[in-house]
């Protein structure tokens, strides 16, 4: 007699797969929260990213540019109003290991490829999660004590986390938006 109930292996199979999913988009994405000062995701050799004929670079090629670090400490402090240190990687933090607000940068063809599976996350692990007016796509999440934005623009993607600033959701919101608010258009 056949059921349709799942056996506890196709079960755990299922979970696994379930997991694997973050997993392989948190290592696509790993190296584009890394800044190492070139401004561009290696693409390839010279040969590869121009025609066989030495022409011009594939648009492809242009395509992976992600954008620097939009900050220094000093603009941090500024922006949530105590004082900030940089940390390395675009993460500044408040040197007693507290509050922190770090900046991930991607190109903003990577950004459109993962933008779905974070909003959806966002409502998941935040308290209010609003869509941004600004660029091609964005959302501000927040809650009591940590908030992430996202903002595709022209030039590329930014992920923006803090963490333990105080003032609830909405000084978090308040930091988020300014935080925003400075990166270049």
Known sequence: ???????????????????????????LLAPAGCDSGDGIVDGGSADSA???????????????????????AAQVSEI?????????????GDGKGVASLAVTTASADAGKMTYEYQYDQAGKQY????????????????????????????????????????GGTAGNERILRRTLDAIPA
């Open 127 to 166: 308290e209010k999660v609003v869509d941004l007016d600004r660029g091609e796509r964005g959302y501000l999440a927040v809650k009591d004590i940590r908030g992430e934005a996202v903002l595709i623009e022209g030039k590329g993607t930014y992920t923006v986390t803090i963490s333990s600033f105080g």
């Open 50 to 72: 121009a025609g066989g004929d030495g022409g011009e670079p594939d648009a492809g090629a242009v395509d992976d540019v992600r954008p620097p670090c939009p900050f220094t």
């Open 1 to 27: 007699m056949a059921t349709d109930a799942l056996t506890p292996a196709r079960t755990a199979r299922l979970r696994r797969a379930r997991l694997a999913l973050p997993l392989v988009l948190l290592a």
């Open 80 to 92: 949530v109003g105590q004082t900030m240190r940089d940390d390395g990687n675009c993460l500044f």
